[in-house]
C-alpha cells in the first residue's frame, strides 16, 4: 500500500528542468546539457580507444611476416607501390573492341541524324529553299469566273500579301491593326 501512495506522492511533484542559454549568452548558442555531453564525451572516448587499438596493433605487427600482397608490391623510396601488370591483349578481344567501337560510332551517328531531322521539322516555316506546296483549291463555276479569277479578291487580303502561307491577314484588320512581321516583297522571298 505504501508503495502506491509513494507512485501518487511522486506524479504530484514539480518537474525540474535544466535551465536553459541566459540572454546575454544567446549569440554562444545552445548551452549544453547532460545529455548532449554524455553523447559527445561517449563518441569522443570510441575513437581514442580506436586509435589506440590501431596503434598498439602497427606496434606489435612483425615486419618479416609474409602477407599475400607482398608479391605484387615493391618499395620504390622508402614507399609501397603496386606492381602494375601489363594488360594482355588477344587478337579477338582486340576484334571485339573494334567492332564495339564501330556499333557505339553508327548509334551516335543514327541518333545525332535523328536529332537534326527533328530540328529541321520545327524549323519548317523558316525553311525559304522547300517552300511547302500550295493545294488550296477554289471552286468555280464558270469559266468567265476562272479566267477573272483573281486570287487577292477571293481571299480578300492585299496583293502584296498573297504569297504568305501563314499569318495572312484580311483586308478588315488591316483596317483595323498593323501588320505584324515582313511587309515587302523582298522581306517575305
Known amino acids: 500500500m505504501s508503495a502506491a501512495f509513494k507512485k501518487a506522492l511522486k506524479s504530484r ?4 528542468k535544466e535551465r536553459s542559454q541566459p540572454g546575454f549568452r544567446k549569440k554562444l548558442g545552445l548551452l549544453e546539457k547532460k545529455k548532449d555531453y554524455k553523447v559527445r564525451a561517449d563518441e569522443f572516448k570510441k575513437k581514442r580507444n580506436t586509435l589506440d587499438a590501431l596503434r598498439r596493433k602497427a606496434l606489435d605487427k612483425n615486419p618479416d611476416e609474409f602477407y599475400f600482397k607482398m608479391t605484387s608490391s615493391k618499395l620504390q623510396d622508402g614507399v609501397h607501390v603496386i606492381k602494375q601488370k601489363p594488360e594482355e591483349v588477344t587478337d579477338e578481344q582486340l576484334k571485339i573492341m573494334r567492332t564495339q567501337d ?3 560510332v553508327e548509334m551516335k551517328r543514327v541518333a545525332e541524324a535523328k536529332k ?17 506546296k500550295n493545294t488550296h483549291t477554289f471552286f468555280c463555276d464558270t469559266k468567265k469566273e476562272v479566267r477573272d479569277f483573281e486570287l487577292a479578291k477571293r481571299l480578300n487580303t492585299v496583293e502584296e500579301l498573297v504569297n504568305r502561307v501563314y499569318n495572312r491577314p484580311t483586308i478588315e484588320t488591316l483596317h483595323n491593326q498593323t501588320v505584324n512581321g515582313p511587309t515587302n516583297s523582298k522581306a517575305l522571298k
Do not use: G, S, T
Open 13 to 16: 511533484q514539480k518537474n525540474h
Open 102 to 104: 564501330i556499333k557505339y
Open 116 to 132: 537534326i531531322e527533328r530540328l529541321k521539322a520545327e524549323l519548317h516555316l523558316l525553311d525559304v529553299e522547300k517552300k511547302p
